[in-house]
């Protein structure tokens, strides 16, 4: 029952509601609550357990799906968070998708075209490593990403227009049997700078490292600001937003983890009883087998 309880508060902590408006500058990305990281690791194994049988059930059923969405500054742990949280699960139920720059062949369809083909099929995780978000962060924040699609600077109207394309296409997935919850890791700058040091100093992380990321972290406020408005324009009862501390690692792995195993419960998964005639069936088989010679 305290798990239980603890699960439905960090729940309630780190979900956005709708109509109340969200302030980034208000959360603690170092936040960790009660729990300490002596105990992470035993924690997460447990967690991961409990995530993989409801995997399993949602897959044997095959009636709905679960998208995964996860946003985030750089070295906010994104890559990271998927290996830990995911690693007990069966990989044929899970897809993993990673969204870079979009192709010549992507650009010549609407913004949301080729997520909408990476989405899950029933009875599937889906994981989206950044995702159609992308198209009112990181292109509001360099508009110039946009020139094959709006003349001059995009106005408010642009902006709305795409809240409202996300929030259809979402409300769609959901209508037609993906559950669909979205998380946002959130790193302070501080310790943005520590991670992005720490690749370069140490050889084996230099590759994740790129110069290009100096000149981002440069328009951290404006980041903020984006990422602030498109929460609050899109967090809905039918595809919440979650605001994760990402500070610290293994606290984000956790509450990641049990957030995910809270939307699995609230899915109405319960295994549907044999009828009678079901039931005669398998007893049929049962003896076949075992007067098997």
């Known amino acids: 029952m305290l798990i239980f309880y603890v699960m439905e508060d960090l729940v309630k902590k780190f979900k956005v509601r709708k109509g109340k408006h969200f302030n980034l500058k208000l959360q603690d990305p170092a936040f960790s ?10 924690l997460l194994s447990e967690l991961s357990m ?19 969405i996860f946003q985030a500054m750089d070295a906010a742990g994104k890559d990271s968070v998927i290996k830990h949280v995911m690693r007990g ?10 969204f870079k720059q979009p192709s010549a062949e992507e650009l010549d369809h609407d913004f949301i075209w080729r997520h909408n083909k990476a989405t899950p099929e029933k009875g599937r995780i889906g994981i989206h490593n950044r995702s159609h978000y992308e198209n009112v962060l990181v292109c509001r924040v360099h508009p110039e990403y946009l020139l094959n699609e709006v003349a001059g600077k995009p106005d408010a109207a642009f902006w709305e227009g795409r809240y409202e394309s996300i929030r259809n296409f979402e409300k769609h997935l959901v209508q037609n049997g993906t559950v669909v ?3 946002f890791l959130n790193l302070s700058k501080n310790e943005q700078k520590k991670r992005f040091l720490e690749r370069i100093d140490n050889p084996l992380k230099n590759w994740k490292f790129n110069r290009a990321d100096i000149e981002e972290r440069k328009k951290w406020n404006e980041y903020m600001k984006v990422y602030e408005e498109a929460i609050n324009a899109t967090s809905e009862n039918y595809a919440p937003w979650y605001v994760i501390p990402a500070d610290k690692k293994w606290f984000t792995r956790i509450a990641v983890s049990k957030i995910i195993i809270h939307t699995f419960q609230s899915m109405e998964m319960d295994m549907r009883p044999l ?5 005669k069936k398998l007893e049929s088989c049962r003896k076949l087998l075992l007067n098997e010679k």
């Open 33 to 42: 609550g009660i729990y300490d990281k002596e105990n992470a690791a035993e």
């Open 50 to 68: 409990e995530m993989s049988e409801l995997q399993e059930r949602m897959y044997a059923l095959n009636n709905k799906a679960l998208l995964v």
């Open 89 to 98: 699960l069966n990989p044929q139920g899970c897809q993993v998708f990673s």
């Open 181 to 183: 919850i979205k998380f």
């Open 275 to 279: 009828s009678a005639s079901e039931k």
